[in-house]
């Protein structure tokens, strides 16, 4: 009896300080159970379809703290890299030769942004550094309100900053003047992180806790249109969160979105008008062969195909339970996914089965693969940076 008012007492201790603070670092597991969160899964074997080859690799520095997410960046013929001290490197995107390096010696929790020229990074002090694309000198460097949780992104001759307290921020290329704002007010209780911003054509894109999907002009700011993918629903704060916390995917006009307690959901790029919705949470990720599926990873760690245009479910796979994995990323034939091992799991794109295997890093893979032409790379929370050649 001692034990057991023990353990509930815990539980309400936890639920009133995570309250308190605003944020929760990670809800799944905490409440389901008065013992904790069951292990992950083991990994299961299976016949190997192809061998991955490794392109090349580099450890970018000193990686990444707990919670963080230092994505590396693809920019013309170069990605770059930053680790959480602010050493920032690019290196060549087919031989990964270094090419600069950089040490701004700034705190950050996200990984680089740029465009129009520029390397941009956002710091946990609210800064946002502008960078030369070709050799890393410092243009630029502009505070505002509060962290920078995503990479800031530039377009049109626009930087656009997201902070923590839900503003938008429109910068000048040319020095970082401000250009515009846009805030909304961020939920008492919400996920920490942010969804990233999406730049496209006139228009920026931008998810935000309390479920909505907005469209706001990249010029002014004003808002074009707004959309609620989720709609807050539950007896507690917990039950009621439905953050959008990953990036919207735009592919040939449509905005693709996914919430925490939530929907996917499809919606047109010009007018925000839904297309097809269906159940489902995640704040990994998706991705999307446009008139085929969308791939996403949900909160209990299965890889879902659905179908676009529909939402049908296609299949799912459900062999990497709790492993804490990545967004997944097409990769040709199949699907791509990280865990918190290091582990790089290639899924079957036509039914879901496993084809490939490779550990790439002794380390947690958080950020999404990304692809370009032959080569998909993958970081670490360690800093291991690595390119891997697409089957």
């Known amino acids: 009896m001692i034990v057991e008012w023990s353990k509930r007492f815990f539980v309400l201790c ?23 969160v069951a292990p992950p899964a083991e990994l299961v074997e299976f016949s ?20 963080s997410d230092l994505g590396a960046w693809l920019q013309g013929n170069m990605i770059v890299a930053i680790d959480n001290e602010g050493d920032l490197s690019s290196y060549d995107q087919i031989t990964g030769r270094q090419l600069w390096q950089v040490e701004l010696d700034v705190p950050v929790t996200t990984g680089v942004g740029g465009g129009d020229g520029l390397i941009l ?7 946002v ?9 410092l243009l ?14 530039a377009s049109n001759n626009v930087v656009v ?4 307290d839900g503003r938008l921020t429109g910068l000048s290329v040319s020095d970082g003047a401000v250009l515009w704002n846009y805030q909304r ?12 911003p999406v730049l496209a054509d006139d228009k920026v894109i931008a998810g935000y806790a309390n479920g909505k999907l907005v469209a706001v002009s990249i010029v002014d700011g004003k808002v074009i249109w707004e959309k609620s993918i989720s709609v807050p629903r539950g007896r507690t704060e917990l039950d009621r969160i439905v953050d959008i916390d990953s990036a919207p995917v735009i592919k040939d006009g449509n905005v693709y979105v996914v ?14 008008r839904t297309l097809w919705s269906r159940e489902a949470s995640s704040r990994s990720g998706l991705d999307v062969s446009v008139g085929e599926a969308v791939y996403l990873s949900d909160d209990s760690d299965y890889v879902w195909a659905f179908q676009d245009g529909t939402g049908d479910a296609l299949w799912r796979q459900t062999r990497l339970l709790r492993r804490k994995i990545s967004a997944p990323t097409i990769v040709g034939e199949n699907v791509l996914v990280g865990d918190f091992e290091g582990y790089a799991h290639w899924i079957s794109r036509k039914d879901g089965r496993f084809v490939a295997r490779l550990q790439v890093a002794d380390s947690a893979i958080r950020s999404q693969p990304v692809v370009k032409d032959d080569l998909v790379y993958i970081t670490a929370v360690d800093g291991t940076l690595t390119a891997l050649r697409i089957q």
């Open 14 to 36: 936890l639920s009133t300080a995570l309250m308190a603070c605003g944020t929760v670092d990670t809800v799944s597991g905490w409440f389901e159970d008065e013992t904790y």
């Open 185 to 196: 007010a961020v939920p008492l209780l919400s996920l920490r992180g942010t969804g990233a």
């Open 129 to 137: 550094l502008a960078l030369n694309e070709a050799n890393g000198d």
């Open 140 to 153: 630029w460097r502009k505070r505002l309100s509060s962290e920078i949780l995503v990479p800031p992104k």
């Open 121 to 127: 990074v956002g710091t946990q002090e609210g800064e």
């Open 48 to 67: 190997q379809e192809f061998k991955p080859t490794v392109a090349w690799t580099v450890n970018t520095g000193d990686g990444a703290s707990e919670y």
């Open 161 to 164: 900053a997201r902070s923590a």
């Open 259 to 272: 919430a925490y307690h939530g929907n996917v959901a499809a919606v047109s790029l010009d007018s925000g």
